[in-house]
């Protein structure tokens, strides 16, 4: 048993357990320990500020045997401020993500800030070039939060014609939708208007907008006339 899970286990929150595993449900109990992302969070920090040489060992160790385990990796992911060094660690990772949320917890906002096209790229290539369902989503979600306002036709386009059709990347491509309309509703209402995404994916950006609180009443009562019955 590696220091760093040995770790973890000593922290085992049993009565978090049910919760992590009914927002993951893909995964099974034994998978879980029930360790907060704040907990996590800070073990990665103290991880990369006293133990390298321990931190680097971790996370080679793959894949990882927890969920909490595949958290606190993505969590020392985001700490990274090297490109190469981020883009290497994340393409040994990439392969290794088996859920929604750790994927999604993938946050590095150093690396966007300062390498912001050479990321750009890199997610690009994935839209481009991969099928797998985490793979996918991953590149989606990023595109999401960082590079809203900077998208051209080509990367929606690729979104869109995305054909895998596991339920958390369609749930992604939903999301990515909606998050697009609400931005900027002029330039993109035309997606639902014109019945461009697929059914599911269509009325699922709807309940998006109609749920979020950062959508205008007026959008929201447009987008829900739109849904398809």
Known sequence: MTKIRQKL??????????FDQKIVPNLNKAQFLGLSALELKKIAKDLQKNWIKLTNEFMLELPHKYFDENNLHVFILNTF??????KKALE???????????????????????YKEKYFEFLTNILKNNEETYYLRFAIVQMLKFYLNDLNNEIIQLIIQIK????????????FMAELIMNNSSKYMFLLEKRVLPIWIHNKCI?????SNKA??????????????
């Open 207 to 211: 309940a998006k907008i109609s749920e």
């Open 9 to 18: 286990l000593e922290l085992k929150n049993t009565q978090r357990i049910n």
């Open 92 to 114: 040994i990772f990439l392969p290794y993500i088996d859920n929604w949320a750790t994927c999604d917890y993938i946050n590095n906002k150093i690396i966007v800030k300062n």
């Open 164 to 175: 895998n059709n596991d339920y958390y990347v369609k749930m992604a491509i939903a999301w």
């Open 81 to 86: 401020k090297d490109w190469n060094q981020y």
């Open 216 to 229: 205008r009443m007026d959008l929201k009562t447009q987008a829900k006339l739109l849904k398809i019955k």
